[in-house]
């Protein structure tokens, strides 16, 4: 006998969220960032040097090199980011031609959660209770109006923002993760298409650079569907298409070289606390709504429409602590763990959503009132203590003025004001209706640090800055010989200042005229310290450049 369901929703409360209005959501969401900036520090800059170097032909596309030294990620994310760069050029910067291609899998990322939410939400166990003298929510509106919560929950999820923007190998594997959660979900509906599209996703995941996730959720997958088909619940035949697709991802991440375990979990008491302060906020606030659904569909959870995400959800949270707390691992079950947090919206209480509405209200209103109050600083030096601080923490830093980012930030604003009037109004029957407040803050602050703040996160972030000041001390044509230097650094300097580079460990010291050592460790023997440079903002960076006892600038 089938549990009695939690849901109690009619069909007033599953009015659909406007197209429109939802369409512009998520461009406010993936466009900002996009533009006007340059390859950021770490993992973004480093992704990035290895794409433009193939692009240009500086490097092999079976084995590129940046300053020498050998990708230690998943070489097919590189190769689409480098496709573009080659295509756009000349016509498109290559920074932003190589973004483009992971801000369409971005989106793409958001639309295959919003179709698995809408295919879960469709099966016959999530379906909300039959009201005695009818008036219920119909299958496909109650659907449709779930799968609209999940795609908030997911862009309200504090983790994707950053990670969702950059140019890394990570949104690769999270669009293919996504991809994998669609075919579990459209399964019944689309049995064709998701056995393609399960055969295609485990591998490409895997090829990406996560095979062990593809192999954790690909057996979850298997063990859903063929129990299901035991229960007469499925069809027969499909998880034969998962287990294919398993062991497809097997083969890839052998023949890609992706196969590699970095086990990081000590259990010791700190790393024990930074891993609950990662999921607190990471994966905020799809957790607690995720939680919720859980002990409200508690009697359901072999159901399909639970099962298939929580075991997704449960991989991702397994590789990120046996990882040592990967926020990257972690971010692979974010679509599921949205798609989980969608079905607490029909259990809510007033008094539940009343209190998420006033705490983003309040919260993501003083956000975005710090960030102009900031901006103003920026550009006039009033109030006086913010232009102190920014001064005193990005020293060099000279305020841009944009009016088309000026007028995207007062457009993004004023939206919100209305919303949050609209919310606050007698608005009380869409099922989404407590997750819009939570997402359009997130996207909101989003906004405003990508074109008010941008010229200082931009100057904050990049290694622009900082190749500029190595500039002063060796010449463009000049040959930099930097053993042991982090990737970053040393594809910004190839980027930026066009400087040949050799990174090797091994690297012998005498084939360049300048030496670039990251610290400050006294010369070697037969070198002379030039100057000892670090990034603007950052003071704990310090490279120290010599140059060749007898040779000059």
């Given at each position: 006998m089938t549990s009695p369901n939690p849901a109690l929703v009619s069909q007033q409360a599953v009015q659909r969220l406007p197209r429109v209005a939802l369409l512009l959501f998520c461009a406010a969401y993936v466009l900002p960032g996009l533009f006007g900036?340059?390859?950021?520090?770490?993992?973004?800059?480093?992704?990035?040097?290895?794409?433009?170097?193939?692009?240009?032909?500086?490097?092999?596309?079976?084995?590129?090199?940046?300053?020498?030294?050998?990708?230690?990620?998943?070489?097919?994310?590189?190769?689409?980011?480098?496709?573009?760069?080659?295509?756009?050029?000349?016509?498109?910067?290559?920074?932003?031609?190589?973004?483009?291609?992971?801000?369409?899998?971005?989106?793409?990322?958001?639309?295959?959660?919003?179709?698995?939410?809408?295919?879960?939400?469709?099966?016959?166990?999530?379906?909300p209770l039959a009201f005695a003298f009818g008036g219920e929510a119909q299958p496909v509106d109650y659907a449709r109006a779930i799968a609209d919560g999940a795609l908030l929950a997911l862009v309200a999820s504090l983790g994707l923002l950053q990670l969702g923007h950059e140019t890394t190998p990570e949104l690769a594997q999270l669009c293919a993760a996504a991809l994998y959660l669609w075919s579990l979900a459209a399964a019944p509906y689309r049995s064709g298409r998701a056995a393609v599209a399960a055969l295609v996703a485990l591998p490409l995941l895997a090829a990406s650079g996560a095979p062990a996730m593809a192999l954790g959720m690909g057996l979850w997958g298997v063990w859903v569907y063929a129990r299901a088909s035991v229960r007469g619940t499925a069809s027969p035949g499909f998880w034969h298409w998962v287990a294919a697709g398993t062991l497809l991802s097997v083969l890839a991440g052998a023949a890609c070289g992706a196969w590699g375990f970095r086990l990081g979990f000590t259990a010791s008491f700190v790393q024990l606390k930074q891993l609950l302060r990662l999921f607190l906020w990471f994966m905020w606030p799809a957790w607690a709504l995720a939680l919720w659904t859980l002990w409200r569909w508690r009697r359901q959870l072999g159901e399909r429409h639970l099962g298939v995400p929580l075991g997704m959800v449960l991989v991702a949270l397994v590789a990120c602590v046996f990882m040592g707390g990967s926020d990257r691992a972690l971010m692979l079950g974010l679509p599921a763990l949205a798609v989980l947090a969608a079905f607490a919206l029909p259990t809510f209480k007033r008094s539940t959503a009343a209190a998420v509405d006033w705490f983003s209200v309040f919260f993501f209103t003083g956000c975005a009132v710090f960030a102009w109050v900031m901006y103003m600083a920026m550009q006039t030096g009033v109030p006086a203590q913010p232009a102190a601080n920014v001064a005193k923490l990005a020293p060099g830093f000279k305020p841009v003025f944009s009016l088309l980012e000026l007028l995207a930030a007062l457009a993004g604003t004023v939206a919100w004001l209305w919303l949050v009037r609209w919310r606050t109004g007698r608005h009380r029957h869409a099922l989404w209706k407590s997750l819009v407040l939570p997402a359009s803050g997130v996207a909101l602050c989003w906004l405003l640090l990508m074109t008010l703040w941008l010229p200082l996160i931009n100057y904050d972030r990049s290694y622009q800055p900082w190749v500029g000041r190595v500039a002063r001390h060796v010449r463009p044509d000049e040959c930099i010989v930097a053993p042991g230097m982090p990737r970053p650094a040393v594809a910004a300097l190839e980027y930026f200042g066009a400087y040949r580079v050799d990174a090797r460990r091994e690297a012998a010291l005498d084939r360049c005229p300048v030496l670039m050592l990251f610290g400050s460790p006294p010369a070697p023997p037969g070198w002379q310290l030039v100057a000892r440079e670090r990034r603007p903002t950052d003071r704990n960076e310090l490279t120290s450049l010599y140059r060749k006892a007898g040779s000059s600038r």
């Open positions: 900036r340059d390859p950021w520090k770490n993992a973004d800059v480093s992704a990035f040097g290895y794409m433009v170097g193939m692009a240009q032909g500086k490097t092999s596309w079976l084995n590129p090199l940046v300053g020498g030294v050998p990708l230690d990620t998943a070489l097919l994310p590189h190769w689409l980011g480098a496709a573009f760069i080659a295509l756009l050029s000349p016509a498109v910067d290559p920074a932003l031609a190589a973004r483009l291609p992971f801000a369409l899998l971005l989106t793409l990322t958001l639309v295959l959660t919003w179709y698995s939410c809408f295919h879960l939400a469709r099966s016959d166990a999530a379906q």
